[in-house]
């Protein structure tokens, strides 16, 4: 029996559809992945990853906010595109890595010496890769 505790508008399109794992509709999970591929599809040329996050929405027709959020997932990789980066969660200020900008990431440092919970709570989950390490050829025997 569904639960209309998962029954919620989608919050770019505003139909009504069930939340399992997406925050949005299906329709629009597609959406977005086409526009994921249209951002990453223009960066696979190299001239235009001098670019930043509006020129690539400009040219995309996609929303700064999701380009921002592309990024921050890691989904847009940003390594070749020095010009590209998301927004600061306290601040805005334009950032690469991590959820906040070094100086208000140092401010929150200063706070969490008083709230050591709240750090623990949300250890940054970064993905390291590790190639290579999961296979191994003929070495055993
Ligand atoms: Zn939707
Ligand atoms: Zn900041």
Same mark, same amino acid.
């Given at each position: 029996?569904?639960?209309?505790?998962?029954?919620?508008?989608?919050?770019? =399109? *505003?139909?009504?559809?069930?939340?399992?794992?997406?925050?949005?509709?299906?329709? =629009?999970? &597609? $959406?977005?992945? %086409? $526009?994921?591929? %249209? =951002?990453?599809?223009?960066?696979?040329? &190299? $001239?235009?990853?001098? =670019?930043?996050?509006?020129?690539?929405?400009? %040219?995309?027709?996609v929303n700064v906010e999701y380009i921002k959020q592309f990024i921050r997932e890691g989904r847009l990789s940003i390594d070749n595109a020095p010009n590209l980066g998301y927004s600061c969660d306290s601040c805005g200020r334009l950032i690469r890595s991590g959820s906040h900008c070094t100086s208000c990431q140092s401010e929150r440092n200063k706070l969490a010496d008083s709230f050591h919970e709240e750090v623990k709570r949300?250890?940054?989950?970064?993905?390291?890769?590790?190639? *290579? %390490?999961?296979y191994r050829t003929g070495l055993d025997q």
């Open positions: 029996m569904p639960s209309l505790d998962n029954v919620t508008n989608c919050p770019r =399109c *505003g139909k009504i559809f069930m939340k399992i794992r997406q925050p949005v509709c299906p329709s =629009c999970v &597609k $959406e977005i992945d %086409k $526009e994921y591929e %249209k =951002c990453s599809q223009f960066l696979r040329k &190299k $001239e235009n990853r001098g =670019c930043t996050v509006y020129e690539l929405s400009e %040219k995309t027709g949300k250890a940054d989950r970064q993905e390291s890769n590790h190639p *290579g %390490k999961l």
